[in-house]
């Protein structure tokens, strides 16, 4: 999907400076996997979302898998399961402070209208955002190693420790 902006406005120029590092179609230059196919599933884990933990919070996974994380809120903020490093986290840190600043969401809720009209969809393939008592799923496929984790980027979540971790295993 296309991100179109707004431009002309702060916040154009705030959102393309997030979506340069956080955009998707990246290929794998991060070095954490790619969008999976739904239709070369492997495992489907459950991950359950409160405040401030993720249920698993280690996860173990084989090189190259392919797993559908069905995400459930069970907490009562906004939570986000966002799979990445330190450094793609910190990237999209930015772009979900902007979308606090700007009223595309809040402490308990997601206003998707105005997320569309600033071009900003949150649709990346590595993540979804959900409101309290919603469920989201994520279809990824893993790489061969790495440090991988996934983290909650609300801002304030990762710093309270709502962080978790992907243990690369080994298929044999
Ligand atoms: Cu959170």
Redesign the pocket.
Known sequence: MIKTLLTGTALAASLAASIAVAGPGHGDEDGIGEPGDAAQIDRTIIVE?D??SFSPETIEVAPGETIRFEVVNVGR????FNIGTGETWNGHRGEMRTMMREGMMSARSINHDRMMEAGMMHDDANSVLLEPGDTGQVIWTFPEGGEIGFA?N?PG?REAG?VGDFRMGHDS
């Open positions: 979302m405040e401030m903020a906004v939570h986000e909650c609300v979540h709502m």
